[in-house]
T-cell receptor, first 115, second 112 residues
């Protein structure tokens, strides 16, 4: 199994809603990532988890709250989002944190619309 | 800081044409270089990579050579197909090797 699975594929939420994005991989990877991608733009790194501990937080607003319950799962909890947060949210994983000679596996993403 | 610059798109080609997408980088140290491809409605897939100077990455007919002297990693394919239509991202691993820095992406459209 070489897949990173993200659910849901599409999500529409209001600015007062609370929702969660989920990501799962069964490749034994110990590093997992959240990226945000606006239309026609490159992905931007949000968070990195290494061995279930938050390793990198790229100054992301607190309305985004990541969680890594175990080595296979990664969640992104959303609360009080703004319309400008509408984007494709991509999860990725790699064998470990040293990317130089490794490969990032991306999920297909969750297309989020905030109304 | 480290950065990647790739040619603006869109690039529009006929089937079987030759493809070049330029990519140059700025980095301290010796980053690894990557090309990722994103098909419509999907996440990114690694197309090829090179980890040191003069390495050539290749996959599915695509090639790119890590040129340290020109700080470049241009993507080439001798004969494109309609199925190659996608967005192509050049990327490098940052100094710590912990994250990818992406270029802005180049949209390729191939018509039959």
């Amino acid at each position: 199994d070489t897949e990173v699975t993200q659910t849901p594929k599409h999500l529409v939420m209001g600015m007062t809603n609370k929702k969660s994005l989920k990501c799962e991989q069964h490749m034994g990877h110990r590093a997992m990532y959240w990226y945000k991608q606006k239309a026609k733009k490159p992905p931007e790194l949000m968070f990195v988890y290494s061995y279930e501990k938050l390793s990198i937080n790229e100054s992301v607003p607190s309305r985004f709250s990541p969680e890594c319950p175990n080595s296979s799962l990664l969640n992104l909890h959303l609360h009080a989002l703004q319309p400008e947060d509408s984007a494709l949210y991509l999860c990725a994983s790699s064998q470990d944190l040293q990317l130089g000679r490794e490969k990032l596996f991306f999920g297909s993403g969750t297309q989020l619309s905030v109304l | 800081g480290d950065s990647v610059t790739q040619m603006e798109g869109p690039v529009t080609l006929s089937e079987e044409a030759f493809l070049t997408i330029n990519c140059t980088y700025t980095a301290t140290g010796y980053p690894s270089l990557f090309w990722y491809v994103q098909y419509p409605g999907e996440g990114l897939q690694l197309l090829l990579k090179a980890t040191k100077a003069d390495d050539k990455g290749s996959n599915k007919g695509f090639e790119a050579t890590y040129r340290k002297e020109t700080t470049s990693f241009h993507l080439e394919k001798g004969s494109v197909q309609v199925s190659d239509s996608a967005v192509y991202f050049c990327a490098l691993s940052d100094q710590a090797g912990t994250a990818l820095i992406f270029g802005k992406g180049t949209t390729l459209s191939v018509s039959s």
